[in-house]
């Protein structure tokens, strides 16, 4: 008997089924190991309820927003690059606290940084870099934090978008970029003096 035709169906009429028997051991096994991947693997909503489940840190996010300048930072973010401070540079963590504090009784960064010890203004900087980079550490122990969130991509938010990231739906980059605001760069009377004075030398 042809292996091809071992598991062969055919219907009473024009359907016509036919599947070896190498074929339907290879679908066997694709779909127990599918099914235990989706039994081991933690799903996208265990994920975001890890995420969810890192305490906040209301005295780090407020040392943030002070040395940030940015009273709208995300409170999810805060506590999980306050957690991985703790994990992976806890002598940074332990400045946060003190840092707090100071920032308090000195609203101005200026001021800050001044009445800061030399490890109090590590840990500064260290936050701010976290904070624009999205990312605690370096190398292959850093932790990333965010990414589309990261506040080095909010000057540029009007019109750029981090790359991987689509703008809009399928295939948005057909569409004309967004327009400039042309009334900042408009030609004021003296910009016109000066072209003129240029057009007769």
Same mark, same amino acid.
């Given at each position: 008997?042809?292996?091809?035709?071992?598991?062969?169906f055919e219907g009473a009429g024009e359907i016509s089924i036919s599947m070896t028997r190498r074929a339907f051991a290879i679908g066997t096994a694709v779909s127990l190991m599918l099914a235990a991947c989706h039994g081991a693997a933690p799903s996208?909503?265990?994920?975001?309820?890890? !995420?969810?489940?890192?305490? *906040?840190?209301? %005295? @780090?996010? +407020?040392? +943030? $927003?002070?040395?940030?300048?940015?009273?709208?930072?995300?409170?999810?973010?805060? =506590?999980?690059?306050?957690? =991985? @401070?703790?994990?992976? @540079?806890? *002598?940074?963590?332990? /400045? @946060?606290?003190?840092?707090? #504090?100071?920032?308090?009784?000195?609203?101005? &960064?200026?001021?800050?940084?001044? #009445?800061? /010890?030399?490890? $109090?203004? *590590?840990?500064?900087?260290? %936050?701010?870099?976290?904070?624009?980079?999205?990312?605690?550490?370096?190398?292959?122990?850093?932790?990333?934090?965010?990414?589309?969130?990261? &506040?080095?991509?909010?000057? %540029?938010?009007? !019109?750029?978008?981090?790359?991987?990231?689509?703008?809009?739906?399928? #295939?948005?980059?057909? =569409? =004309?970029?967004?327009?400039?605001?042309?009334?900042?760069?408009?030609?004021?009377?003296?910009?016109?003096?000066? /072209?003129?004075?240029?057009?007769?030398?």
């Amino acid at each position: 008997m042809d292996q091809a035709s071992d598991l062969a169906f055919e219907g009473a009429g024009e359907i016509s089924i036919s599947m070896t028997r190498r074929a339907f051991a290879i679908g066997t096994a694709v779909s127990l190991m599918l099914a235990a991947c989706h039994g081991a693997a933690p799903s996208q909503a265990d994920g975001a309820a890890d !995420a969810l489940a890192v305490p *906040e840190d209301p %005295v @780090f996010l +407020s040392l +943030s $927003q002070a040395i940030t300048g940015h009273p709208d930072l995300d409170s999810v973010i805060a =506590a999980r690059t306050a957690q =991985a @401070f703790r994990q992976l @540079f806890p *002598e940074v963590a332990a /400045t @946060f606290a003190p840092l707090a #504090a100071l920032a308090r009784q000195h609203p101005d &960064l200026t001021a800050l940084l001044d #009445a800061a /010890t030399p490890a $109090q203004r *590590e840990g500064a900087l260290a %936050v701010v870099a976290a904070w624009y980079t999205g990312t605690v550490g370096t190398g292959v122990t850093a932790q990333a934090i965010a990414y589309a969130d990261a &506040l080095m991509n909010r000057p %540029v938010a009007d !019109a750029l978008f981090p790359p991987t990231y689509q703008l809009g739906g399928p #295939a948005w980059w057909t =569409a =004309a970029p967004p327009p400039v605001d042309a009334r900042s760069h408009a030609a004021t009377p003296d910009d016109a003096q000066q /072209t003129a004075g240029k057009s007769h030398v």
